[in-house]
């Protein structure tokens, strides 16, 4: 056998494999391709964007607290049902502020009955009344 040639494929000559690959230069062209792609595409959308009339959507959203024997645990302090009402009403007056067209809807369940607490508003002094009565 002489030194040129090998048993196996593998005992051969490798030559340059590496060769073939892509030095750092090309990969850095690839990504600052890929980034300007994306720039374009995101101030494209952009430019779409604001040409397009802004319109609110108006959105009903129904409440339903529960009033159930176990609201009156002490788990929370004082008692859930009171903190619910603490949540509850910052979460109507940021809603109606992120949402100024929308509607809410209280409702109250207990003993499998429900009840309207207050009908669809959009003034969230209205439903945070109904929720202190």
Not at 24 to 46: C, P, Q
Not at 72 to 96: C, G, Q, S, W, Y
Not at 101 to 113: E, G, P, R, Y
Request: net charge negative.
């Amino acid at each position: 056998m002489e030194n040129n040639e090998a048993a196996y494929i593998w005992e051969g000559d490798i030559g340059k494999a590496w060769e073939g690959l892509m030095d750092d230069k090309g990969i850095s062209a690839m990504i600052k391709d890929e980034t300007m792609r994306k720039v374009e595409r995101k101030n494209y959308m952009d430019k779409m964007n604001s040409s397009s009339e802004t319109r609110s959507m108006i959105r009903y959203l129904s409440i339903i607290i529960d009033l159930s024997p176990s609201m009156k645990n002490t788990d929370m302090k004082p008692t859930r049902l009171a903190v619910t009402k603490v949540h509850l009403k910052k979460f109507i007056e940021d809603f109606f502020d992120q949402n100024p067209l929308s509607l809410i809807s209280l409702q109250s369940t207990n003993d499998c009955k429900s009840m309207m607490i207050s009908d669809f508003f959009n003034s969230p002094n209205e439903h945070i009344e109904k929720l202190t009565d």
